[in-house]
């Protein structure tokens, strides 16, 4: 029952539908808010009862103090979850098993049920095997539906079984481009006890990059999937005030800039100042030369730079946006009363209370790509071949950190050279490949041959080298949601054929727009003939190379990589370019626009400089260079302007929740509990519940504890638990082969989620992982103590569980960095590690480890495991966990080691009381089914 302590209950007309709202202005000072904060005391006031949201909150949040590093918690309720099929396949499953588990307690299973409207796109699944041919998207889509038929089974059965849980079937787009061109109200409305209520949308996502809907003027962000559960389940998420940092816009992009140069150039700037946590919000008059597009693009790369969400406040280009994506006349026409009643509307002269503002003028931005391995590693392209060839000239890192990472200023500074020819690369006729001095300088000091591996594809010769690009994939919700982008790709792809290129034989050359509607206009205009002409054919709508679904390399170019060590590349308009992401084979990963991806796939090398060397010659024998092909922001729009129109997105979602014959023709049970398969390699009960006590157990010190793992800096969650091939050799390769599984059949970690047998196999199993209990090996290996033998770390693990031995794993800083994959913190804990020891955590992971009731600590302020000569072959005490009154701040950690020990304190990393809660429930799932059961 709301409390309604302000008065703040009213009502708003808008065109004589009347909609009760709790108004910002009954709250002296609310207005000096950033928006989302603004967004969020909306929300306390809606949900205050007293008990879990007081008055205490909602005047914490109006009195907020800017330059607070602290601020107090408030409980927040989403509005909605939103969730893609790698997350949302645990989730179902684990809302299954709580089903089973109320049913054992003695409850009624129907209370595990969506108290808020759940969405969950399925887009993670297709994998890009079949390419370059009019059939690839067919064979692709019969392939996805063959590997995955046990997952969707699940899924079609959850929303049939479910209340308010909706599905998106497979073939019709990413979750995030869905969520902006169709899910998102922008402003909500729900029946509330006899009256139509309206309110901020809002939402948590299960992927990391939900925060691309923030450029709508929708507040969300990611979240685990535990989390997600019990947001789902009526729980109140609980969260410390943040920090909210103002970017001040001006100028407007030059020519030839694009959206992606922008979002790189925003992530290099936010992740150098430091916004982990925090909120981030543009402000300012350049925010009306940013089209929404733009906005969700900047959004989308949150994750990267760090921050919670990126907010764009709402204004006539949201409102143009939403009748662009087809949004009925009333929906807009209440958006617009209610941001202006409730100062959310941008006033471009108003500067709100900020934690600090930083400028930046748009029109500084330039041509960008970012990488090798991290999105905010930002390279001018005029600089990129010479830092490809410094990378390449680097010795290999050998210190045990979870990645690589890059120096972008030394890299940079490798001596540029005078391009020479080495002769045909394509076959007689074909147009030369131009590598310089420096790169073959580069080769010798490596102990590389100077000469490259020579290839027959087809009818074409070619050669392929360390540098090279392999892999061109327009792909991920990041850029295929943004039209400018995607028609710009499509002329350049116009001007090239024009001109007589055409790609490299040694690229792999994909398109997977993030929806239908994309097709759609390509077709209208015209230009899909030229994408098809370069060999990018649709090959799916999904994330694809994104998230390592790339499907194999060509196959000649693989043997070549394989049998000469080649270093070669990928070139992706994505926004996550991680160590071992995006394909096995491929060690540089660089995130273009899809223009650029285009165009790289053209010269077929990051060796050629794009602004002074030419991507090819023609037929006649004439150079052509990007400036030749590249699109005038005039041709850009008048594309946009002619092609891209509402009726399309409301054709395209007329019947999104309908499927193809495969979707609708699965046979599905109505029964309330599922009927699990002992035999299915996909979904498989999960272990959470198994034993469990109507009251938690006392939560108990860790002693003699093991490291499973001693990690370095920047160890993301696709380390830990990774989402593309699964390795024949593997822990996990082996499990599927002893069930049976062809090797063909194996699909990915990531499909595969709903089985628990396989993720506990694959946690920690990237084949870029650096464990310095192992120094010099890569992969998923550790050594098993006290004698010190190598093996894999889910041997380890098991050998460790029959000796009852507790596990820790040790890290540096921003240990958990990247995707909000629960199955990161899931697979931890099921391996038995019992505790984090890192320098810093992300927050999401952080989050994601105490809801599965794995410890997570954090070194004082100027320590690690180096200053603490931690060697990782001791055994380890935790204790002081537990205190009177709950959970104590601090811990003191035990070494031993040959007869000897010291101790160190560790500050316990859980920040909030909700987050206490969890621990000592042993997790949040526990915890939420001992409330359900509780309140029978």
Not at 237 to 242: A, F, G, K, R, V
Not at 358 to 363: A, F
Request: proline content about 6%.
């Amino acid at each position: 029952m709301t409390t309604n302590s302000f008065e703040a209950r009213d009502q708003l007309d808008v065109s004589g539908d009347l909609y009760e709202i709790y108004r910002l202005d009954r709250l002296a000072g609310s207005s000096r808010l950033p928006y989302s904060l603004k967004v969020l005391l909306e929300n306390l006031l809606r949900n205050e009862d007293g008990h879990l949201v007081t008055r205490a909150q909602i005047e914490a949040l109006r009195d907020w103090d800017p330059a607070a590093e602290l601020n107090p918690e408030i409980q927040y309720t989403p509005a909605r979850v939103l969730m893609q099929d790698f997350t949302g396949v645990p989730c179902v499953v684990d809302l299954v098993a709580m089903r089973d588990a109320m049913t054992a307690l003695g409850g009624d299973p129907t209370k595990i049920n969506p108290q808020i409207p759940a969405e969950l796109v399925i887009d993670h699944s297709v994998i890009a095997d079949a390419f370059g041919s009019p059939e690839s998207f067919g064979i692709n889509s019969e392939l996805e539906f063959d590997r995955n038929k046990e997952r969707y089974q699940l899924l079609r059965w959850g929303q049939r079984s479910f209340d308010d849980f909706s599905v998106v079937p497979p073939d019709t787009g990413i979750c995030h481009q869905v969520n902006l061109e169709y899910l998102s109200r922008v402003v909500f409305t729900r029946e509330r006890n006899g009256a139509t209520q309206a309110y901020p949308d809002t939402l948590v996502g299960t992927d990391s990059h939900t925060p691309m809907v923030n450029g709508l003027g929708v507040l969300g962000w990611g979240v685990g999937g535990i989390e997600a559960e019990a947001a789902m389940l009526g729980q109140p998420m609980s969260m410390l005030i943040p920090q909210v940092i103002g970017i001040r816009l001006s100028g407007e992009l030059r020519e030839g800039t694009t959206a992606t140069d922008l979002v790189l150039t925003v992530a290099e700037l936010l992740r150098s100042i430091g916004v982990v946590g925090k909120f981030v919000e543009f402000f300012g008059p350049g925010v009306a030369n940013v089209p929404l597009a733009t906005r969700a693009t900047i959004g989308n790369m949150s994750p990267e730079y760090g921050s919670t969400a990126t907010m764009f406040p709402i204004d006539a280009e949201t409102l143009d946006y939403l009748r662009l994506t087809g949004r009925t006349d009333e929906q807009i026409a209440l958006v617009e009363a209610y941001a202006r009643e409730q100062g959310l509307w941008h006033r471009p002269d108003h500067v709100p209370d900020f934690s600090r503002i930083v400028d930046l003028d748009l029109s500084t931005v330039e041509p960008s790509i970012a990488g090798p391995s991290r999105p905010q590693d930002r390279i001018p392209l005029g600089d990129a071949p010479r830092t490809v060839l410094g990378l390449l000239n680097r010795d290999r890192d050998d210190s045990g950190s979870g990645t690589t990472g890059v120096d972008n200023a030394s890299a940079s500074s490798f001596p540029a050279s005078d391009p020479i020819a080495l002769g045909s690369g394509d076959g007689d006729d074909a147009p030369p490949r131009r590598v310089s001095d420096a790169q073959l300088t580069a080769n010798e000091q490596l102990g590389w041959p100077s000469d490259p591996a020579e290839v027959v594809i087809g009818d074409r010769k070619a050669i392929v080298d360390h540098g090279d690009v392999v892999i061109a994939a327009i792909t991920s919700c990041t850029n295929t949601s943004n039209p400018a982008v995607m028609l710009g790709a499509a002329l350049l792809a116009k001007k090239a054929v024009e001109r007589g290129l055409r790609t490299r034989p040694w690229v792999k050359t994909t398109l997977a727009p993030g929806s239908r509607v994309v097709t759609d206009y390509f077709a209208r205009s015209g230009l899909t003939e030229y994408l098809d002409e370069l060999g990018f054919n649709l090959v799916g709508y999904g994330c694809t190379t994104c998230i390592g679904n790339s499907g194999p390399l060509i196959a000649q170019v693989s043997k070549a990589v394989g049998d000469n060590d080649l270093n070669v590349s990928a070139v992706l308009s994505g926004n996550r370019n991680f160590e071992g992401r995006i394909h096995p084979e491929v060690t540089m990963n660089f995130l273009a626009s899809p223009p650029l991806v285009i165009a790289y796939a053209l010269a077929g090398s990051l060796h050629t400089d794009l602004l002074f060397e030419p991507l090819g010659t023609n037929d006649d024998g004439e150079d052509v260079y990007l400036r030749d092909i590249w699109p005038t922001g005039e041709e850009i729009k008048q594309a946009v302007d002619a092609n891209v129109e509402a009726q399309m997105f409301t054709d395209g979602y007329s019947d999104v929740y309908a499927g193809d014959d495969n979707w609708r023709g699965m046979t599905i049970s109505d029964s309330a509990v599922y009927d699990w398969d002992d035999e299915s390699t996909y979904i498989r009960r999960p272990p959470y519940f198994d034993d469990m006590a109507h009251e938690p157990a006392p939560v108990r010190d860790i002693t003699g504890a093991r490291v499973l793992a001693k990690l370095g800096d920047s160890v993301t969650t696709d380390h830990i638990s990774p989402a593309g091939a699964i390795k024949l050799d593997s822990p996990a390769g082996r499990y599927l082969t002893e069930k049976g599984v062809d090797r063909k059949d194996f699909n990915s970690y990531g499909s595969r989620r709903g089985n628990h047998e396989v993720m506990i196999r694959g946690t920690f199993a990237n084949i870029r992982l650096r464990n310095q209990l192992v120094p010099g090996v890569e992969g998923g290996f550790t050594a098993h103590w006290p004698d010190g033998e190598q093996t894999t770390i889910y041997d380890a693990a098991e050998a460790y569980q029959r000796e009852g031995v507790p596990l820790i794993v040790i890290a540096g800083k921003d240990y958990g960095s990247g995707s909000s994959r629960d199955w990161a913190a899931k697979g931890t804990r099921l391996l038995g590690v019992r505790a984090v020891i890192a320098e810093s955590f992300e927050r999401i992971h952080r989050s994601n480890l105490i809801g599965m009731g794995v410890l997570p600590l954090q070194f004082p302020e100027g320590d690690s495991a180096e200053s603490l000569n931690l060697d990782g072959d001791e055994t380890y005490s935790i204790t002081g966990i537990a205190t009177a009154d709950g959970l104590a701040d601090e811990v003191t950690v035990t070494v031993e080691k040959d007869g000897r020990s010291r101790e160190f304190t560790a500050v316990v990393r859980i920040d909030t009381p909700a987050e206490a809660a969890y621990y000592l429930h042993d997790g949040i799932l526990p915890y939420v089914l001992r409330t359900l059961l509780a309140a029978e």
